[in-house]
């Protein structure tokens, strides 16, 4: 039987990595919904409705509604990468440009609603792995198996500042810290579907996991 995965939890807790190998590991479809909000953010940026004094949400969902947000299977890399109109924005998305404006768009109600819609649509034909902040208690409240990642915040901005060093982004590790910071914060402060932990989530601590430790958990909570 297919199942739906929820991972949910702190900004640069390794839910992606974590979500792609189960995915892989149980043939299914990973959707990664942080891409989702980042693509819009994207496009508020490159239309310039994202400025110092605020957001045009307006003008925003006029664009949204029009453009095309899907996720393109690449058989090469195992995962699904993202596209805007017909553009693979996978790199684009990943630098600390777009994580210094996404929480502010992401808080957008009218943003988060349309989303959430096109999220659930995507995840109709069971046997997904979504991962999010909001995936347990909003999205699909009845997933099957939902889990809550989290890890302490110097691990977490350390993993994330080798990361954005690797694709030669020149954030320093004090600008991720902040970054993860300043992103929690808005998370789990916002009046639509704050960031928390679903009640019936199961909490993975993976401050001392390995990648690999933490897929096999998961998987074993899948089989039993
Ligand atoms: O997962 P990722 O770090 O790429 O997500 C980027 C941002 O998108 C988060 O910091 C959060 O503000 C927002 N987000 C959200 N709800 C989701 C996924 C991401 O608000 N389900």
Not at 2 to 18: E, F, L, R, V
């Amino acid at each position: 039987m297919s199942i739906i995965i929820a991972i949910d939890g702190y900004s640069s807790t390794g839910k992606s990595t974590t979500a792609k190998a189960v995915a892989k590991a149980l043939g299914y479809v990973y959707i990664d919904t942080g891409a989702m909000y980042r693509a819009v953010t994207y496009l508020a940026l490159e239309k310039g409705y994202a400025s110092t004094s605020g957001i045009d949400v307006k003008s925003l969902m006029k664009s949204l509604r029009k453009s095309e947000i899907k996720f393109v299977y690449n058989p090469e890399l195992g995962f699904s990468e993202i596209y805007l109109d017909g553009k693979n924005i996978e790199n684009e998305i990943r630098g600390i440009e777009i994580a210094n404006w996404v929480s502010e768009v992401a808080k957008q109600p009218e943003v988060r609603t349309y989303l959430v819609d096109l999220q659930r649509k995507m995840g109709k034909d069971k046997g997904i792995v979504m991962d999010g902040r909001d995936i347990g208690t909003t999205v699909f409240p009845n997933a099957e198996l939902k889990i809550f990642m989290t890890a302490s915040e110097q691990v977490r901005a350390q993993r994330r500042y080798k990361e954005l060093q690797a694709k030669g982004d020149k954030a320093s590790f004090d600008e991720v810290l902040a970054n993860i910071q300043h992103r929690d914060h808005i998370d789990t402060t916002r009046k639509e579907s704050p960031l928390k932990k679903a009640d019936d989530a199961i909490v993975i601590d993976n401050t001392n996991l390995t990648i690999e430790e933490q897929v096999q958990k998961i998987l074993a909570m899948v089989k039993s």
